[in-house]
Every structure is written in structure tokens, then in C-alpha cells.
């Protein structure tokens, strides 16, 4: 992917399997971890339009901010604390279909419903998670999951 984004298909599976090897050609092409988490961020916000989408990084014991596409938002993140520092805590992909349901959930915007959080590794390890959240209920499922994991999958295997 150089300037250009090409968004396309009717099902958002159709939707991702145009963007997925977008985003791995964007990866390839560039080293740097920010530039690219940057660029992910906006692509997943171009094809979509999700009320927000980012990175938070592991930096000691806590998420931090990263790169993100929305509002402002919470900039650091506990272990096991909200749906982020619980999907560091897992090693796994959660699917959130209401916020409020959550025990924990951080509210970063109240106009936040569901949430999708998917880790990525580096030597094994949790380096980071994407964080996608919705305005609407029940937004994300394991088509989301697949799609995304195979993401940050390409996006930890870039990180040295
Ligand atoms: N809701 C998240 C916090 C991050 S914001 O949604 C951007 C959580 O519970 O971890």
C-alpha cells in the first residue's frame, strides 16, 4: 500500500479479505513500528469507520498509547485492568458485545458499546494490543477476530 487505500466489497468479510493484504504489503514495505501502527490504525479506519481504532504498547508494567485513529483517549492501561490490560493478562483476542457488561471496562468514551482487543507478540511475549471499540452493540465476532489476529500477526513478525 503506498498513498491509496482500496476499500472494497459488500460483507465486511469480503471487506477485510481486501484489506488484509493491504496492510501486510504496508509492513513489508516499511520497518519503523509507529509508521506502520500509524497506517494500520487508518486503514481499519478507512474501510470501516469504527468510533476508534489504535494501539496501546506494553512499556513496563503498563499499556501505553500509541498511534490511533478518533477521539482522545485514556493513555495508560494497567495489567489486567479494562478489556485491554485483561487481553495482555490472557494472551487472547477478546470480543466484547457490551461494554457495560464488562467487569473492569475502562471508559474511554461513553459513546463506546462493544469493543474488539487483539494482542500481538513479539518473542512470545504480549508487545501491545490493537483496541477497536463501536458505537453500536455486538459490532465485532470471530470474523473480526480472524482478520485482525492475522494483522497483528504480520505486525509482530515486523518487530525485532
Ligand atoms: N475500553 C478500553 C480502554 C481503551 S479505550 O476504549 C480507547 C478498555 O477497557 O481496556
Same mark, same amino acid.
Given at each position: 500500500m503506498a498513498e491509496e487505500l482500496i476499500v472494497g466489497g459488500e460483507s465486511k468479510k469480503e471487506r477485510y479479505s481486501t484489506l488484509l493484504p493491504q496492510v501486510e504489503a504496508l509492513i513489508n514495505h516499511e520497518s519503523d513500528p509507529v509508521a506502520n501502527m500509524a497506517n494500520i490504525s487508518s486503514a481499519i479506519m478507512e474501510t470501516f469507520g469504527f468510533l476508534w481504532v489504535g494501539f496501546y504498547r506494553v512499556v513496563g508494567n503498563e499499556l501505553v498509547l500509541g498511534p490511533f485513529q478518533g477521539p482522545l483517549a485514556c493513555t495508560r492501561i494497567k495489567y489486567g485492568r479494562g478489556v485491554c490490560g485483561t487481553a495482555w493478562e490472557e494472551s487472547r483476542t477478546l470480543v466484547v458485545d457490551?461494554?457495560? @457488561?464488562?467487569?473492569?471496562?475502562? *471508559?474511554? @468514551? @461513553? *459513546? @463506546?458499546r462493544s469493543e474488539i482487543v487483539v494482542p500481538y507478540f513479539s518473542g512470545g511475549k504480549v508487545a501491545g494490543v490493537l483496541d477497536i471499540d463501536s458505537s453500536e452493540l455486538a459490532t465485532f465476532d470471530e470474523v473480526d477476530a480472524e482478520y485482525l489476529e492475522k494483522m497483528m500477526q504480520a505486525f509482530g513478525d515486523s518487530l525485532f
Open positions: 457490551d461494554v457495560e @457488561s464488562f467487569p473492569g471496562h475502562i *471508559a474511554c @468514551s @461513553s *459513546a @463506546s
